[in-house]
């Protein structure tokens, strides 16, 4: 038996926890920092804006060439940063 196979060698990882806590934080950084973003939606459409406003269940998307959005969370695939400010 190798080493890595032996019981006592193998340490068992604790999976990562479901929450951390940091949406908030993060979301308040956008916002303050009126970083440009790209929401993708569930529905596969992708909405770019900043997050001006957010709550537990939704978001406020202000964008420049658009009307302001109101997104349900649960609707969010992912958010990535542009890389741009406003």
Do not use: C
């Not at 440009?36 to 992708?46: H, N």
């Not at 957010?54 to 202000?62: A, N, P």
């Not at 658009?66 to 990535?80: C, D, Q, R, S």
Request: glycine share 6%; no cysteine; hydrophobic share 35%.
């Amino acid at each position: 038996m190798s080493p890595l196979q032996g019981s006592n060698n193998l340490k068992k990882r604790t999976p990562p926890p479901d929450e951390t806590f940091e949406e908030a934080a993060y979301l308040k950084s956008l916002g303050e920092k009126q970083k440009i973003v790209s929401l993708k939606l569930a529905d596969g459409e992708v909405v770019r804006g900043w997050i001006e406003y957010y709550d537990k269940h939704m978001v406020r998307v202000t964008r420049d060439d658009g009307p302001n959005l109101f997104i349900f969370k649960h609707e969010i695939v992912y958010i990535a940063e542009d890389g741009k400010k406003k």
